[in-house]
């Protein structure tokens, strides 16, 4: 009997160790392209037109986990320019609002590395479940480059738990 006790501890031992979920803490991207506003006078004052390009959702385990930055790498043709900002759902309101009050941040684009950094205005404290929209302002002659190409989250930005799931599971936003 003490030995099946103890295989049976060490078989969930092992499962534990090795499953992502087991811990709680999961990243989920959802890719969308929802225009924002279909006015071509905006789309004309700001550059191009505001598109709700995806969904990247945090699901976090039993303890409190804070995020101060997200990395995103452009794969695909090469972007010389990328203009993005992150917003925070509210979770009280079933449709998303790219207002004022819900955004985290602007993305700067490192041309380079062809990668979009968002660092946080405030460090964010998660709740169990923290959904983030990522809207990019879209040209026109960068849309079909943008349809034919991802984003993948680069997950030594993540703080631990998410990196252990990060390195299990494929984390991209495509668009194609």
Known sequence: MKRYVLYMLAMMMTLLSVLPSAAGCSVILKPKWRDLDGSSTKAAQF???????GSITFKRCKDPICLDTINLHWHGNHLDNLI???YKKDLDKDVFMPIEENLVCDGVWSK??????LNFDERENL????VFYLVLTVPEELEPILRKGSF???EQCLPKPFKQYAQQEKLSLAFN
């Open 152 to 154: 993948c989250l680069e």
């Open 47 to 53: 550059g191009g037109r505001w598109i709700l390009v």
């Open 84 to 86: 993005a900002s992150l």
């Open 127 to 130: 709740a169990p479940t923290t």
């Open 112 to 117: 380079s590395k062809q990668t979009l950094i």
